[in-house]
């Protein structure tokens, strides 16, 4: 009895989870941009703006663990190669008409499979760091909106996501 083909690369004939093997893909300049945001009470966020937390400079703190979580993605994430990444960018804007920071992520590596995770993972861990640092005084804080907002290099090419309204 076959067992179907599944379009899930982390899935082999027998449906079973295995990493994927990228030994005869070629290296290629991999570029990942993911996003997301952090929404709080308008005061939280005029804290982190005027740098008043007990704990210190929340958002370059929140940038540094944004950092440590794109190395530490295959850590994370059980199916994920390790990978040389050649850079993590992180950048924050404060929403005051939505009382939220925004995170992006910008995250590259020279190599035979994509960044997308962790780019994905920074934004997370930073937005997280986030909550962490300001969650003494806002407890109401979530997290919306993460996803990959594009991926260029590799066999599928480019992808742009969509723009929302």
């Known amino acids: 009895m076959s067992t179907p083909t599944s379009p899930l690369t982390h899935f082999n004939a027998h449906g079973q989870a295995h990493m994927v093997d990228v030994g005869a893909k070629p290296s290629t300049h991999r570029v990942a941009v993911a996003t997301g945001r952090i929404e709080m009470r308008a005061e939280t966020l005029a804290i982190i703006e005027a740098g008043s937390t007990k704990k210190g400079d929340v958002l370059g703190v929140a940038r540094i663990a944004g950092i440590q ?11 994920c190669h390790p990978l040389a990444l050649t850079r993590v960018a992180v950048e924050f804007e404060l929403l005051s008409d939505a009382n939220a920071v925004q995170c992006t992520a910008t995250v ?58």
């Open 108 to 165: 590259e590596s020279v190599g035979p499979t994509g960044v997308e995770m962790e780019a994905l993972t920074t934004v997370q861990v930073a937005l997280l760091t986030i909550y962490d640092m300001c969650k003494a005084v806002d407890r109401g804080m979530s997290i919306h909106g993460v996803g990959v907002l594009e991926k260029h290099g590799g066999k599928s090419g480019s992808f742009v996501a969509e723009k929302s309204n």
């Open 69 to 79: 979580g794109a190395k530490k993605t295959s850590d994370l994430i059980p199916l």
